[in-house]
């Protein structure tokens, strides 16, 4: 049971570079949501799923594009990377159901020169 | 919009030293609310979850307490180690959009041997 994967660890990108950030869990999660962590910011909510075909728009989803075509992948697409989105992302998942708790991945540092 | 905040910032403490961490928020129609524990460099790992409806939950030298009516939560640590050096975030799931966490900045912890 290896809980949530993100993959890659660590990424450098140019300005106007694409690439795809990938979660993965193995849980049958139902829910799964990307953050963005920055100094000063805190945790902020781009994208989240609450199942299979089902997607929405989180609090900075400008830049950013999801699908979630299976339960257990939900990647998340950088359209055209800028500096403003150097950041670690964090992909977390929960069961169905609000009182339940949500369980997060190690992180993507990602960097945008 | 449900805002979360923490304080202190950051707080060192001598080993063996019992601590508490404060979170508050502005909105108390909440569905549950979530300590983590980020490691430098790590992801988040779940510590405790406390349900609207419950006052604590304990996991061994940890002790979370909530007070939705005045919008705050403590994280109680006893008897501090080194080891217990982190960064706590506490996150609400509000009760409008139960899907999303709200993060706060976080509290980072250093025990000093």
């Keep these: ?113 | 919009k449900q805002e979360v905040t923490q304080i202190p910032a950051a707080l060192s403490v001598p080993e063996g030293e019992n601590l508490v961490l404060n979170c508050s928020f502005t909105d108390s129609a909440i569905y549950n609310l979530q300590w983590f524990r980020q490691d430098p460099g790590k992801g988040l790992t779940s510590l405790l979850l406390i349900q609207s409806s419950q006052r604590e939950q304990t996991s061994g030298r940890l002790n979370a307490s909530l007070d939705k009516s005045s919008g705050r939560s403590t994280l109680y640590i006893a008897a501090s180690q080194p080891g217990d050096s982190a960064t706590y975030l506490c996150a609400v799931r509000p009760g409008t959009s139960g899907s999303r966490l709200t993060f706060g900045e976080g509290t980072q912890l250093t025990v000093n041997p």
């Design chain 1, 1 to 113: 049971n290896a809980g949530v994967t993100q993959t890659p660890k660590f990424q450098v990108l140019k300005t106007g570079q694409s690439m795809t950030l990938q979660c993965a869990q193995d849980m049958n999660h139902e829910y799964m949501s990307w953050y963005r962590q920055d100094p000063g910011m805190g945790l902020r909510l781009i994208h989240y799923s609450v199942g299979a075909g089902i997607t929405d728009q989180g609090e900075v989803p400008n830049g950013y594009n999801v699908s979630r075509s299976t339960t257990e992948d939900f990647p998340l697409r950088l359209l055209s990377a800028a500096p403003s989105q150097t950041s670690v992302y964090f992909c977390a998942s929960s069961p169905t159901g609000y009182h339940q708790p949500q369980h997060f991945g190690d992180g993507t540092r990602l960097s945008i020169l």
